[in-house]
């Protein structure tokens, strides 16, 4: 049984997809309860709605602000998630095989799943995507992890919780870009620079905490979540991902 819970669309050509994925829905023998965000009517709502109701499968169809939102609110249950997306996505393609949202709402019908552990921010808040902090070029922030640590002033920092922990390493990959001053610990070495932290860098670890002489926002599909300072992990429990290829249920 399949609850599906869509972005409210705007404007005529959102409306028209809308409706195809519908049409498309049905024909394939898998159309289910629809709902949608609305004032007074949060996602946590209808996840809510849909777990009392005993459905299975919850689905998101929209983009990836609707798409995370559903993902963190479906983590606690013992349920199989399921994304359409209607926007094209680099994100969404490293997640299920493919950001078409025709070849995703075809994969729903074969149900095949994987388990994908989400990131967690200060013990609380679960990420699907890439969470982004921005660094204003005059701001330092100290970036810690149980390996080394470096401090630098500004650039970017992108936290990625791994797909499949058994085969790409362990926890988050770190996207780190821009940063000029020296570095503590052992990051020098671990670059390959005894002085200066490198401009770009990508590295794999269990946990990372990153601090900041303001609070900066962190951000997850242009969504604030959270503020520094933040401490990032993998989430223990996974969730069930419906994918267009690769892991079988």
Known sequence: ?????????????????????????????????????????????LVNNAISKRYSTIVAVGGMQLINAVARSVEPY???????????????????????????????????????RLGLMNGNTCFLTPAHIEIPM???????????????VGGSIDIIPLKNETTEGSGLRIQLSGGTQPTRGIMGKLFNKKETAPQQSVFTVPEITIHTADPIQVTVAGTPLISTPVRCTTEGKQIRLIVARGGEQ
């Open 138 to 152: 005059n701001s330092a922030f100290v970036l810690e992890t149980p390996e080394f640590s470096v401090e630098t």
């Open 78 to 116: 013992d349920i199989v998630f399921g994304i359409i997306p209607t926007l094209p996505h680099e994100d969404i393609t490293n997640l299920i095989g493919t950001s078409d949202w025709k070849t995703a709402a075809e994969q729903l019908k074969r149900r095949r799943w994987h388990p994908v």
């Open 1 to 45: 049984m399949y609850y599906y819970i869509f972005d409210p669309p705007i404007g005529a050509k959102e409306y028209e997809k809308t409706a195809h994925i519908k049409e498309l829905l049905s024909s394939l023998g898998i159309a289910g309860e629809i709902s949608q965000p609305l004032p007074g009517k949060t996602v946590d709502d």
